[in-house]
T-cell receptor
Framework: GDSVTQMEGPVTLSEEAFLTINCTYTATGYPSLFWYVQYPGEGLQLLLKATKADDKGSNKGFEATYRKETTSFHLEKGSVQVSDSAVYFCALSDQSGTDRDDKIIFGKGTRLHILP | NAGVTQTPKFQVLKTGQSMTLQCAQDMNHEYMSWYRQDPGMGLRLIHYSVGAGITDQGEVPNGYNVSRSTTEDFPLRLLSAAPSQTSVYFC???????????FGDGTRLSIL
């Protein structure tokens, strides 16, 4: 079945550092890909999405490019801030897959700590 | 615009007690779901509903019941609480099961 694998955390960086959080997926069809962010004490919020190969999703300085050849959707930000400290979830939904299950599948999350 | 509202935010129960976690959304979403979030386990789907009157089991349904009598509400019931059900519970909704989901702020539940 479909699955999402993302790098284990926690990831600790200094303010203004470059961020990469890796995410790879397996899918039988052509999934849409998402990144969600969860700030302390809150629910998940959609951060960005991409619906087809080579699409780039972006929001709040974060970017991720849908790479079909490497089945990846890595999250990047050029200069992180303390306020970016949160848990980040990679996710997919596969409307065209053979397992006929459209539900969104989440990775296990990566906790990010940004030090001032 | 309230979005997805969960109540209560915190609850402590004794083993064997029952309770209902409430979830309401005001976006006219057909799809609603319940997840539990545990350290190192990410989000695990408990139950979901694709519309009023329709519910189905997710990955970890045992010990939980749901109903969907209206589009807006999707309560989660624990019939006999167990310490293994100590977790943070999130309700989410969306137009369909493949669309980005809107999450509530969660209910932190402790079973003693």
């Amino acid at each position: 079945g479909d699955s999402v694998t993302q790098m284990e955390g926690p990831v600790t960086l200094s303010e203004e550092a470059f961020l990469t959080i890796n995410c790879t997926y397996t899918a039988t069809g052509y999934p849409s890909l998402f990144w969600y962010v969860q700030y302390p004490g809150e629910g998940l919020q959609l951060l960005l999405k991409a619906t087809k190969a080579d699409d780039k999703g972006s929001n709040k300085g974060f970017e991720a490019t849908y790479r079909k050849e490497t089945t990846s959707f890595h999250l990047e930000k050029g200069s992180v801030q303390v306020s970016d400290s949160a848990v980040y979830f990679c996710a997919l939904s596969d409307q065209s897959g053979t397992d006929r299950d459209d539900k969104i599948i989440f990775g296990k999350g990566t906790r990010l700590h940004i030090l001032p | 615009n309230a979005g997805v509202t969960q109540t209560p935010k915190f609850q402590v129960l004794k083993t064997g007690q029952s309770m209902t976690l409430q979830c309401a959304q005001d976006m006219n979403h057909e799809y609603m779901s319940w997840y539990r979030q545990d350290p190192g386990m990410g989000l695990r789907l408990i139950h979901y509903s694709v519309g009023a009157g329709i519910t189905d089991q997710g990955e970890v349904p045992n010990g939980y019941n749901v109903s969907r009598s209206t589009t807006e509400d999707f309560p989660l019931r624990l019939l006999s609480a167990a310490p293994s059900q100590t977790s943070v519970y999130f309700c989410a909704s969306s137009y369909s099961e493949s669309q980005p989901q809107h999450f509530g702020d969660g209910t932190r539940l402790s079973i003693l």
